[in-house]
């Protein structure tokens, strides 16, 4: 697996109520976490992320139906497929994604250790290159 990437797997308690999860900051979940946003209503026709971060990392799970991410470190490429709410994925900073194939009313949530700033976005995948190679991530 690449270092700038990884998949989760997690623990679910089963009993005859259903199902829990609990992700914990510094656990399941390697970093201090600031903010939780997530998408819905999502379109399989209509792409999504398109960008890295300078220094956000984060982990997605997709709580309900199933999409792929392509994770790209400018090295290494992988397409990953979310399809379970016991699975996650954890992005380093400075990784492209790109998300698409959005099915079955996929509700995908993401943890993340920063709060919003725009600044560490990279929305431009020639900028994402110089980064990298300006900041020897990899
Ligand atoms: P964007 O990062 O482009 O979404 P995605 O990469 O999933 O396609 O975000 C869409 C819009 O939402 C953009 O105008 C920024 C805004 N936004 C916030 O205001 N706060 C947030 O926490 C996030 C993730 C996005």
């Given at each position: 697996?690449?270092?700038?990437?990884?998949?989760?797997?997690?623990?679910?308690?089963?009993?005859?109520?259903?199902?829990?999860?609990?992700?914990?900051?510094?656990?399941?979940?390697?970093?201090?976490?600031?903010?939780?946003?997530?998408?819905?209503?999502?379109?399989?026709?209509?792409?999504r992320g398109y960008h890295a971060h300078k220094e956000l990392?984060q982990?997605?799970?997709?709580?309900?139906?199933?999409?792929?991410?392509?994770?790209?470190?400018?090295?290494?490429?992988?397409?990953?497929?979310?399809?379970?709410?016991?699975?996650?994925?954890?992005l380093?900073n400075c990784v492209w994604r790109?998300?698409?194939?959005?099915?079955?009313?996929?509700?995908?949530?993401a943890?993340v250790?920063e709060h919003y700033d725009e600044a560490d976005y990279l929305r431009n995948y020639?900028d994402f290159?110089?980064f990298?190679?300006?900041?020897?991530?990899?």
């Amino acid at each position: 697996m690449n270092k700038n990437w990884s998949i989760l797997n997690f623990k679910s308690i089963d009993d005859e109520r259903g199902s829990l999860v609990a992700l914990e900051a510094g656990g399941e979940i390697p970093f201090d976490v600031k903010r939780i946003y997530y998408l819905f209503n999502l379109d399989i026709n209509n792409n999504r992320g398109y960008h890295a971060h300078k220094e956000l990392k984060q982990v997605l799970v997709c709580m309900h139906g199933e999409c792929k991410i392509l994770v790209d470190d400018g090295k290494d490429k992988e397409e990953i497929i979310l399809d379970s709410s016991k699975k996650g994925l954890y992005l380093n900073n400075c990784v492209w994604r790109e998300i698409y194939d959005f099915k079955k009313e996929a509700v995908l949530v993401a943890i993340v250790s920063e709060h919003y700033d725009e600044a560490d976005y990279l929305r431009n995948y020639d900028d994402f290159i110089k980064f990298i190679e300006a900041n020897h991530e990899n």
